[in-house]
């Protein structure tokens, strides 16, 4: 990456006359490696803490007599296992983390809710608090606000684009809710 640069400044100095020129062409040649050589966007990116406290509860749920009944927590195991760990102050300001107030948007009826991602054990669809281990929960977790996730529940297939975050506590200093 540092040869593309050089090569740059190098057409600041050409005796030619035609520097323009091999300004322009060096330019591409930079566009060229900075594309090539781009950070791709994070998978699924959780913090750290996110992380730790959802492992431990999928570890638990699986125990439990209906741990391998929900598939769906299986999908929460894989997001997790495709995940980039990352500190909080290095998560993208759009990702649904736990405690994030979101805007979800039904693609089919046009009918927004809001609902806050939260642990089972504060989990209160009335209250407008999403569990992580609901359907919708694991969907949403870790995606990003334009994301559209499809929900499969029995016969019936539904979509949900991520409008907004009205909050995410990593963004306001909040790391240990």
């Not at 684009?161 to 995410?168: D, H, K, V």
């Amino acid at each position: 990456m540092l040869r593309p640069i050089a090569v740059l400044f190098g057409a600041l100095s050409d005796p030619s006359g035609n520097a323009l020129f091999n300004i322009r062409s060096r330019l591409r040649t930079l566009t060229f490696y900075s594309e090539l050589f781009a950070v791709p966007a994070l998978a699924y990116p959780v913090t750290e803490t996110d992380f730790q406290r959802l492992t431990e509860l999928l570890e638990m749920e699986t125990q439990s007599p209906l741990g391998n009944a929900r598939p769906h927590l299986e999908t929460l195991r894989e997001k997790l296992a495709e995940s980039d760990v990352v500190g909080p102050l290095d998560l993208p300001p759009d990702v649904v983390t736990m405690h994030s107030t979101m805007y979800l948007h039904d693609c089919a009826c046009g009918e927004t809710d809001v609902y806050t991602l939260v642990y089972p054990e504060r989990a209160s669809i009335a209250d407008g608090r999403l569990s992580i281990l609901s359907p919708l929960g694991v969907s949403v977790f870790a995606q990003r606000v334009g994301d559209t996730v499809k929900l499969h529940a029995w016969d019936n297939a539904s979509s949900r684009r991520i409008g907004r975050l009205a909050f995410q506590p990593e963004r306001v200093g909040a790391f240990n809710l």
